[in-house]
């Protein structure tokens, strides 16, 4: 890809995400608020989200952004912003997703502590029904405008713990001791994907807080597309029936950038290029074996079915993050990778139980152990046995393909043909 091609998608806004009448996107844009430069304690900073008014109009921060620090984060760290978006229902007098502010209350002030410039913490008190998902910076003594933030409706996040200290004014000799902690999203239900915008909380101390007023994480379902799954095989007559048959495309889910682990790029490059992969499951029916009984009494076959890369679903989960059976997350060592710090939207996903032929984790699933079939076939009659594989690929934006795909087969449901049919 060539500078210009580069220039291109960096100005090119992705497709928001719709929950509601909530519109969902990110910004690597922001404005440098304040930093602790001249001040003793270790170095750090408060950003807020900026996204370009020609590129997201209508779009506003959730809260401001806090870094351990003093380098400039443009570019370099990817946070949600939110928009009003029209309801999807014909309920005329569905609430607005987002609300401005009533207020703010003072979390912290840096007097005393020896910074070049003046420094409050503010939390936002929303309105009824709604509520905050972060704090915001001044550089000053006074409170942010009102414009600075939005509030979500209640109903579209999710109450989340304390996460990581990201940074405290500790050894600055402030009045008041204060510390800034990321929001970790709390386990998602199958089918949903939970995740923190990026923004922190705060207190006046330097202990974790149990939980705060602003720990909340935005929640969406995953797009998922079903196709009527393939018809299984019948025996139509005596001859040696086909050892596979095609396979066909059942489920599609979409799933974002931040949910996924692309080998080949990192967490700026997915969102400025893939900002969403498609995880296709395919279902194809394969011959364990047949038999012809030409006696004439009943007549016992057996076969072991040689599952080829039984491990290949363990090795797509490893490269892609994604888990079949079970929730993954950004706190999984898949994502423990360079540039971490681009990571500033923390989540937790869970696929639908549909997607997953049996709901175990994929350490199970791929035990690779050889399976004995055993039937009786009645005289005069044949018989085939077949083995549904579920195989998994990841496809980027652009339709290439992401890691070898991983495969599965269900041998708790095998299908049986039979010709003559029993009568």
């Known amino acids: ?113 020896g910074a070049k ?38 109903d579209l996040v999710v109450a989340s713990p304390i996460d990581e200290m990201i940074w405290s004014d500790k050894g600055s000799r402030a009045r008041q001791d204060f510390s800034v902690w990321s929001v970790q999203p709390p386990v998602a239900a199958a089918g949903e994907i939970h995740f923190a915008p990026g923004t922190f909380v705060g207190t006046n101390s330097y202990t974790k807080p149990d939980t705060h007023a602003a720990a909340f994480s935005l929640r969406m379902l995953i797009p998922l597309q079903v196709e009527p799954a393939p018809v299984p095989p019948v025996l139509s007559g005596y ?44 279902d194809q029916y394969l011959l364990i074996g047949f038999g012809h009984n030409t006696g004439s009494a009943g007549q016992t076959f057996k076969w072991t079915a040689e599952v080829q890369n039984a491990d290949s679903l363990e090795a797509f989960s490893r490269l892609t993050a994604i888990e079949i059976g079970t929730e993954w997350s950004s706190r999984w060592p898949q994502f423990s990778i ?51 594989q579920f195989d998994y690929r990841l496809l980027r934006s652009n339709g290439t393909q992401v890691a070898d795909e991983g495969s599965y087969s269900d041998f708790d449901k095998l299908h049986l043909t039979e010709y003559p049919p029993e009568k």
């Open 239 to 282: 001859e040696p029936p086909p050892s596979m048959l095609p396979a066909k495309i059942t489920h599609t889910a979409r799933l974002p950038w931040f949910a996924i682990k692309d080998p080949e790029l990192n967490p700026v490059e997915q969102f400025r290029t893939t900002p969403y992969y498609h995880l296709q499951r395919k």
């Open 338 to 388: 360079a540039p971490r710090p681009a990571f500033s939207v923390g989540f937790s996903a869970n696929l639908s139980n549909s997607v997953s032929p049996v709901e175990t984790p994929n350490s199970r699933l791929v035990a690779p152990v050889p399976t004995d079939v055993v039937t009786i076939v009645a005289r005069n009659q044949i018989v085939a046995v077949y083995r549904t």
């Open 1 to 113: 890809m060539n500078t210009q091609d580069d220039d291109a998608i960096a100005a090119r806004p992705m497709e928001s995400i719709k929950v509601e009448n909530l519109l969902i996107n990110f910004t690597t844009e922001f404005h440098r608020i304040w930093d602790n430069k001249g001040s003793r304690s270790k170095p750090g900073g408060f950003w807020r989200p900026t996204p370009a008014p020609d590129l997201l109009p209508g779009f506003f921060p959730l809260g401001d952004l806090a870094v351990s620090g003093h380098d400039n984060i443009n570019d370099k760290r990817v946070v949600a912003v939110v928009c009003e978006g029209e309801s999807p229902s014909a309920d005329a007098n569905q609430s607005k997703a987002l609300s401005k502010p009533h207020d703010f209350e003072q979390v912290w002030k840096d007097t005393g502590s």
């Open 117 to 154: 410039t003046d420094c409050s913490i503010w939390r936002p008190i929303p309105p009824d029904g709604y509520v905050a998902l972060g704090l915001v910076c001044s550089d000053s003594l006074d409170k942010p405008s009102v414009n600075a933030v939005r509030c979500v409706r209640a």
